[in-house]
């Protein structure tokens, strides 16, 4: 288990990701390593954390069991590189492998970008790192492999494979590994890829020319061999396996945001001492100010908790978990969230369907958030307004797209708050929304205790 990075009191430890309502208990406690990657917004992130040797690993980006990584054959877990990263998947070279069951997340055809920490033990021989089957079953959409080029990690696709112009791994030490794809001329941003190992970024360390950097999410992932019972099996311990999906950005963005992905190679060495948790989704109430999605071809919130309930609506089906909304307006509608405290809000992350237009649905043009301490007075409204409304697609198909925006709200006292979600086309669905709190670091939580101790001390005396 990974060390606890937030105490409030004994009975409210670490914050559960939106799942508390629905019984399900988060699989690990974050640490700073983790939150910086939830924080750059991954579509999928697997950290190996959870207390059995052989448990699934557990997606915690939006926690589905289809997307959970089960052990086959041998696979187990170990230790990682430090306390601070808890345990890593550990792979005997011979046919071991953690397999999902089914992405079913659609084509990404914009930048992308995988993430994970690797620990060879130096046997020699083509290895596969992870591999996307795609829909097809035929992998390598993409994949990451190591050693068919000698102590070289490499992006392998459809197409065409990075080469030799990357870092290498020539000892058994523990590796930070970043792919970056930013397109390869025929589609995405620009024909390059990026690596980076180790905090350092490669930039343009090769071109996407004669790769395919469409990524088909339509199938099983596989870490640690090609397929079960692969003969390419990897030798040696992989962890903090993550995906991003870079859509909407320009080049200039995605290299930023590479090297922030980069910079997660700094963070394994810290001890835990992030000072953000999620708001227990138990506590928390909302209500439709007007205009509550309920019949007349809405997809109505069925329970009237749908948002704060910890399901994610998958995006091969829109009513499964989501509120739609549906007008000719372009007003989707005011939620007042009661948040059943005062809280310092760092942030809310609001889980959306996009679709670009397809069939009239499309992201939210803009979010007005507001906030209140009594529920009926309501302050200054921040406005945020970059949803992403690209839909996957490839080949003629288009695919609805599951995304997060996350607000940055740089800390705001309230109990209440109000959002007030501009939308455009005719249908808007909401999955998830969920609020991040500032609570003291364990020191000051420290510090605290022993204030608290001594006034009651005084106060008996």
């Known amino acids: ?156 696709t459809h197409g065409g494979r990075t080469g030799t112009a990357m870092p290498t791994i020539t000892d058994t030490d523990w590796h930070h590994l970043v792919f970056t794809a930013y397109g390869n001329g025929t589609h995405g941003v620009a024909d390059r890829i990026d690596v980076a190992m180790d905090g350092t970024v490669y930039p343009s360390a090769a071109l996407g020319s004669g790769i395919n950097t469409l990524v088909n999410l339509q199938g099983v992932l596989h870490v640690g061999n090609h397929t079960s019972g692969s003969p390419s099996a990897f030798s040696g311990a992989i962890d903090e396996v993550a995906f991003y999906e870079l859509s909407g950005m320009t080049e200039a963005e995605v290299a930023a945001k590479t090297a922030d992905i980069a910079g997660h190679y700094a963070l394994a060495q810290n001890a835990p001492a992030a000072n953000v948790a999620f708001v227990d989704p138990a506590g928390i109430s909302y209500q439709w100010v007007a205009g509550a999605p309920a019949g007349g071809g809405n997809y109505a919130d069925s329970t009237g908790r749908e948002l704060v309930d910890g399901q994610f609506a998958t995006s091969g089906d829109l009513m499964a978990e989501s509120v739609g909304y549906q007008s000719t307006t372009e007003t989707f509608v005011d939620l007042v969230f009661d948040l059943g405290k005062s809280a310092d809000l760092d942030s809310i992350w609001i889980d959306y369907t996009a679709g670009n237009g397809k069939w009239g649905v499309r992201a939210p043009v803009s979010v007005e958030i507001s906030f209140s301490d009594d529920g009926v007075t309501f302050g200054d409204t921040m406005v945020f307004d970059d949803f992403s409304d690209d839909e996957a697609s490839s080949g003629g198909w288009d695919y609805f797209a599951e995304r997060r925006l996350q607000a940055e709200l740089g800390g705001v006292e309230a109990s209440y708050v109000k959002l007030h979600i501009n939308k455009e086309g005719t249908f808007a669905f909401l999955s998830e929304v969920q609020f991040l709190e500032a609570v003291p670091e364990p020191g000051m939580l420290s510090m605290l205790l022993i204030g608290l101790i001594g006034l009651v001390a005084a106060r008996r005396r």
């Open 1 to 156: 288990m990974k060390h606890s990075v937030r105490f409030l009191t004994a009975a409210a430890a670490v914050a559960m990701v939106g799942l508390a309502s629905i019984g399900l208990a988060q699989a690990t406690e974050l640490t700073d390593y983790s939150w910086a990657v939830l924080k750059d917004n991954p579509k999928f992130y697997w950290t190996f954390n959870e207390a059995g040797a052989t448990d699934a690993a557990q997606d915690i980006v939006r926690y589905r069991d289809a997307a959970a990584l089960a052990p086959q054959y041998d696979a187990t877990r170990g230790a990682s590189l430090t306390a601070n990263l808890g345990q890593a998947a550990v792979l005997d070279g011979n046919e071991d492998i953690f397999a999902t069951a089914d992405l079913s997340e659609g084509w990404v055809s914009s930048a992308w970008a995988i993430e994970m920490w690797v620990k060879s033990d130096g046997t020699d021989g083509g290895q596969y790192l992870l591999n996307n089957m795609g829909d097809t079953g035929a992998g390598d959409w993409p994949a990451v492999i190591f050693d068919y080029t000698a102590d070289t990690p490499e992006l392998w």
